[in-house]
Every structure is written in structure tokens, then in C-alpha cells.
């Protein structure tokens, strides 16, 4: 494995001459590529980030793994975690990558002991027969019973666990069993802990503890208290091999390949690194770079490992190279003061991380090697065909996910006294309406402008009760709550913990609806007070008699206002606590008066703002850098055509077959 190990550190050299290069404005340049096998010194280089990493696994490999939830946080550029300029790499992301390469690989050869996991169930949160809730946990009294139903992920050993405690004085009878077959069966004293190892099958089993005695020896009333129910495990038990595991592992040396002949061990070797480096590097690898990845195999067998030993070393190479971690551009050749398009390879790689957050599929790299994905019709067909891909909705959670801030939901911390109702089941409900409404723009046929005026809702039973209406087969139409700005997730992540936040709503609304986001607060200006003297509404007019914040309040005021009708957890209103009528009428800066939260909402949905901010964010994840001057008088041609023909896939086909897409900066050339 020396080899693999020269390779992490040729990596971290790379890395370091990436930290230290800025390049264009939108580009980091390698400046020592001499790990990059190209005509030309410079190049420009995309870090995977943690969301295409995870996809382009689950792609490459078939896997459930997310190896890259462990990987350190991306940094942000634009609004955007996929920023070319703004993803830094680490000596921990170089550890993090060879981790990931060594546990993919170990899966693929069913090598992989799957980590035993902990499910805790609190005794007062499960069902029971009888009993009483009481803050040491559930009380059994003789013959009650507390049980909950588990789902397991895999056949193997597990341990069953119940913490509980008699109370009376004497010693109390109980059994833990599971799906109704006793495991054990004890006297119990003061907190002790029930445990037994079982063979359990994948699935959903019913752990239950009894206590068994009517009353006490003296007979006097005993109780059992349960405190907790576990389940830990599976304990030494392998994965089994992911979805593709045949497919990139295909010959066998000794075995007849398609044409009736053995496979030698050498052609075998190379059949394998050659075809799988092509999926993973996104491009077929040249003689010298396969050689290069057999000399990796070839020192693992020379080491005493067995053929498949040698194989995974290369493989795990293949992971950790730049080539796979990085999303690499070579240079036009010729005129390097000249632009020019891009390979088809390069061309397939922009295409599908910008509509799946992944990898070409083959069909893609087929085209490119065939020489026609350039072609208008082709491309556009290709368009057309990932997009209705379930890959696609790579799009909503992640460029709907950080454009228009569904990836918040989850984030929001309403305090749990003030609003108990929110809890994990409902938050979820929430970001799956987001979703729903989101998708139907993105990936359906619902204009732009749905965003912001639809009343139709995907709603999960606990939403719907929220909302106090009726979802049949989860759809339910809302005429009180049209677009993405009066539905409660959005609502709760623009609030504070305890209270509604115009200020933020409004910002918010300038920053990603309007894309005229305002500049930061004067230093020295008080934040909102709650509780006590003047309301939210008069402190704003306060801060908008100061002509320091006029500007700012002026344009952020009236959005906010203008959605103080919804509470912080989304709830329809009327009045604030204090009694006060809720008032929403204003003006939009730019847009016009309105009366009515539903007024405000259509004159945002009408304004040609929306939709250039619509083009400029589509514009900016696509290319995964920000829009430049030479690219206005495309973004000025995508907005009017998105404003006469509200189609988010027409903005997309738009983006794809243009210039800024199909091309290249040649190091001294024009963006």
C-alpha cells in the first residue's frame, strides 16, 4: 500500500498549490499540476462538495453510504455551496477522502462491517397496558406491560436492553421479551438494567417489558418503574455488496470473457481500473494514467496481497486521485488568449453536476465520446431527459435548497415551551411541502410565478392538522396561503424562537426574491425589543424616522409587514398577543401598494425583478461561479423570455446551450 500512500501525499501537495492559487475571478488555477497528465500548465479545478460527493458514489458505486456527512463542512460563496472559488480543502479533508475510498471499497468486496447502532426508546413515550407517566419514567403496577415497535435495517445479533427500578421495598418480578418471546425473565431491585443477545431478522419487531407480580410478598403494592427500552446492534455483521457491485467488479481471473476466451490476470486487472476509471474520473483515462493505476495494484501484490487485494488498492487510488475529487478543466488548445468549447467530456461533467449533483451517467459519456453531445439537438434532448430523471431532484435540494432556503427549515429553533406542537414529525411535513412546491416549478410544469401564488399543497396528516384543513390523498388546496412565503416552514425559518421577525422576512425576500439584498445594519442600532413598550411595528417606524436606516427600513418594512398575518410557526392570524390588530397594508418599494398579504404576493410574482433574480441564482449554481459583465446580455435574454414564458426547464435549456456553458477561459481570455 506505499503506493497509495505516495499518491495521499502527491494529493496533499496538489492541495497545497490549490490553497495558495486564486486566478480568475471565478476560478482556482493549478499552478503545479504535474500530478495532471494535459498539453498546458494551467488548469481550472472544482472541489466536489459534500452533496455531489455523496451523489457521485451513490451513482458510481450503487451505495446507500454518505460517506461525505462526516467530511468537514463547504464553505459558502454567492449563496451557494458549489462556488469553484470558495471550496477550501484541509489536511482533514485529504484523511476524510482516503477513509471514504477504503470503506467504498471494502463494501464493494462485502468487506464492510456494518456499525452497530443504538435505538433508545424513553419508556413514557411508548405504549403501555397500564401504568402511569411520572418524571422517573413509566410505573407498572401488577400485570401492566410497556412495549414499542422497532424497525431493523438487518439480520444479525442484537442486544435488547430495559432499564427500570422496583419501588415498595422488595424485589419485583420482570420479563423482556421481543415479539413476544421471553428473553429473560428476573427479580428486580433499584435501577438495574435488562439485557439479553438475540438473533433478530431485518424488519420490525416489538420489544416489550412486563412486570409479572400482582403484589408484593408481604402484600403490599409494588411497582416497576421502566425508564428506557434499547436496541443496540447488528454486531459483527458484513454488508452486503452495493447495487453495482457486478458491474464494476466484471471479470474473474480464469473466467471466459464475451468472446469465449480466460481472462489473464493483467487484462482482468486493467479491465477493471480502466472501465471504472472512466466512470469515476469522468473521462477515459490515457495509457500512461492506467499504468500508473496498475503500478498501484502490481506493488499490492508484490506486497503478498491476492489479486483482489491488488484491485482494491487501485481502486481506493482512483478515489483519492484529483481526478476524481476535483472536477478538472483543461485549457483550449491552441490560442490560449482565445476561448474555446469545451470537450464533450467536460461539457457532460457541467451538465450533470449542474442538474444532478453528480456524475455522467454512460449515456452521457457515449455521447461525449462520440463526438455529438455538442449539438444543439443533442444536448437539448439530454436536457430533457435528466431532467426527468429521479436524479434531477438533486435540483430542488440543492439549488432550491439554498436559493430559496428549504435547507432552513430544519434549522429553525421555535422555543418549545412557547409552540410544544413542533415537533420532528411536523418540521418534516414541513420541509416536504416545500419540496412539493418546489419540484412542480423545477422539475413539473408549473410557472415561475408558482412560487409565489400557488394554493395547491402536498400536506402529511400532521400539516395539515396545523393548518386546521383537509388533505385528501395529501393534497389539499390553500387559498389563504399562496406560494413559497406564507407556508409554515419558510415562516418558522425566518422567525426568531419566540416571535415573528419582519426585518428578516423582508430581507430575505429583497435578498432572494428581488436580488436587491440590503446592506448590513449602522453599527450602534438596537435590535427589536420584546416584551414591554413600544410594539414591533412602532419600533420600525422609529427606525425609519432615522435617516441612517430609512433606506434600508423603507424597502425591508412593507414585505415584512406585509407577512405578519402568519405567526412564527405559521399559524393564520389576526391580532399580536398584546391585542393588537395585525396590519399589513404598505407599499412595495418598486411594485406598488397593496392592502392584503395576497396583493403583495402578486406584485412580487408579477415583478420583473423575480424573474432576473430567478435567471441571476439559475445563472450562478450552473456555473458554479457568479455572473460576469460579459455574460449580462445573455442574463438580460434568459429574464425576458422566463417572463413571457414562466418556464423554469426553457431557463435551463436556455443556460445549457449557451455561450458561458459551452465554453472555456483560456488563460489572458475574455469571461
Known amino acids: 500500500m506505499g503506493s497509495l500512500h505516495r499518491r495521499l501525499g502527491a494529493l496533499a501537495g496538489l492541495l497545497g498549490a490549490l490553497a495558495l492559487s486564486t486566478g480568475c475571478d471565478d476560478l482556482l488555477m493549478v499552478q503545479d499540476a504535474s500530478e495532471l497528465e494535459a498539453p498546458v ?40 455551496d458549489n462556488i469553484a472559488a470558495t471550496l477550501s480543502m484541509s489536511p482533514l479533508h485529504v484523511e476524510m477522502y482516503s477513509l471514504a475510498a477504503h470503506e467504498l471499497v471494502a463494501e464493494l468486496y462485502g468487506q464492510r462491517v456494518v456499525p452497530p447502532s ?69 427479580e428486580v431491585g433499584p435501577e438495574q438494567r435488562l439485557e439479553a443477545s438475540v438473533e ?50 466484471a471479470c474473474v481471473p480464469g473466467a471466459l470473457d464475451a468472446t469465449g476466451a480466460t481472462w489473464t490476470e493483467p487484462d ?49 487510488a482512483l478515489l483519492v486521485s484529483p481526478h476524481f475529487l476535483f472536477r478538472v478543466e483543461l485549457d483550449p488548445v491552441g490560442d490560449r488568449a482565445t476561448n474555446a468549447q469545451v470537450d464533450g467530456y467536460v461539457l457532460a461533467s457541467r451538465l450533470s453536476y449542474f442538474l444532478w449533483s453528480s456524475t455522467p451517467d454512460d449515456r452521457l459519456l457515449d455521447l461525449a465520446a462520440a463526438g455529438v453531445l455538442q449539438h444543439d439537438e443533442v444536448l437539448l434532448s439530454e436536457v430533457d431527459r ?63 410565478s408558482a412560487l409565489l401564488s400557488s394554493t395547491d399543497a402536498e400536506l402529511e396528516p400532521a400539516l395539515a392538522a396545523h393548518y386546521g384543513v383537509e388533505a385528501h390523498d395529501g393534497h389539499a388546496v390553500l387559498p389563504d396561503r399562496p406560494g413559497l412565503l406564507t407556508r409554515a416552514g419558510w415562516l418558522m425559518s425566518t422567525s426568531h424562537p419566540t416571535r415573528t421577525s419582519p426585518v428578516k422576512r423582508g430581507a430575505w425576500v429583497l435578498d432572494k426574491v428581488l436580488c436587491t439584498p440590503p446592506p448590513p445594519a449602522p453599527a450602534g442600532v438596537p435590535a427589536l425589543q420584546e416584551g414591554g413598550g413600544a410594539s414591533v411595528v412602532e419600533q420600525l417606524a422609529q427606525h425609519r424616522s432615522d435617516p441612517a436606516c430609512a433606506t434600508c427600513h423603507n424597502a425591508m418594512d412593507p414585505i415584512g409587514l406585509g407577512l405578519e398575518s402568519f405567526d412564527a410557526i405559521g399559524r393564520l392570524r389576526t391580532q399580536y398577543d398584546d391585542g393588537q390588530p395585525v396590519q399589513v397594508a404598505g407599499v412595495l418599494d418598486g411594485g406598488g401598494a397593496f392592502t392584503t398579504t395576497g396583493e403583495l404576493l402578486e406584485l412580487l410574482a408579477r415583478d420583473r ?62 469571461p
Open 41 to 80: 500548465a494551467e488548469r481550472v479545478v472544482s472541489r466536489l462538495n459534500r452533496s455531489e460527493y455523496d451523489h457521485t458514489v451513490r451513482d458510481l458505486f450503487g451505495t446507500t453510504l454518505r460517506p461525505a456527512r462526516d467530511f468537514p463542512a463547504d464553505d459558502f460563496g454567492y449563496g451557494f
Open 118 to 186: 443504538v435505538w433508545r426508546v424513553e419508556a413514557e413515550q411508548a405504549d403501555a397496558t397500564g401504568g402511569a407517566v411520572e418524571p422517573t419514567g413509566r410505573v407498572l403496577f401488577g400485570g401492566d406491560a410497556v412495549h414499542t415497535r422497532l424497525h431493523l435495517p438487518h439480520d444479525g445479533r442484537y442486544v435488547v436492553a430495559a432499564l427500570v427500578a422496583s419501588y415498595g421495598g422488595d424485589l419485583a418480578t420482570a420479563s423482556l421479551s421481543v415479539d413476544g418471546v421471553e428473553l429473560l425473565q428476573t
Open 200 to 249: 433478530l431478522t431485518a424488519g420490525h419487531h416489538t420489544v416489550e417489558v412486563a412486570f409479572l407480580d400482582a403484589e408484593g410478598p408481604r402484600g403490599d403494592d409494588e411497582e416497576l418503574v421502566v425508564d428506557a427500552m434499547e436496541v443496540s446492534g447488528p454486531f459483527d455483521v458484513l454488508s452486503p455488496p452495493p447495487a453495482l457491485a457486478a458491474e464494476i467488479l
Open 268 to 316: 482482468c486487472a486493467e479491465h477493471i481500473v480502466a472501465t471504472f476509471g472512466r466512470r469515476a474520473w469522468r473521462r477515459p483515462l490515457s495509457a500512461s494514467e492506467v499504468q500508473e493505476q496498475l503500478s498501484v495494484y502490481g506493488a499490492a501484490r508484490g506486497a503478498g496481497g491476492g489479486f483482489d487485494v491488488g484491485v482494491q488498492a487501485a481502486l481506493e
Open 386 to 448: 435528466m431532467l426527468a430523471d429521479p436524479r434531477a431532484t438533486a435540483l430542488v435540494e440543492n439549488l432550491g435548497g439554498q436559493w430559496l432556503g428549504l435547507r432552513k427549515v430544519a434549522e429553525a429553533s421555535p422555543d418549545p415551551e412557547r409552540y410544544p406542537e413542533v415537533d420532528p414529525v411536523l418540521v418534516r411535513a414541513m420541509e416536504g411541502e416545500l419540496h412539493g412546491l418546489v419540484r412542480s416549478v423545477f422539475l413539473g410544469d408549473a410557472p415561475l
Open 609 to 670: 425583478r423575480f424573474d432576473a433574480c430567478a435567471v441571476e441564482q439559475t445563472f450562478t449554481y450552473a456555473m458554479a461561479r457568479p455572473a460576469v459583465a460579459s455574460d449580462q446580455d445573455l442574463l438580460l435574454a434568459l429574464r425576458d423570455d422566463l417572463f413571457d414564458h414562466q418556464s423554469f426547464s426553457e431557463l435551463v435549456r436556455g443556460i445549457v446551450v449557451s455561450r458561458p456553458f459551452r465554453e472555456r477561459v483560456a488563460a489572458g481570455g475574455t
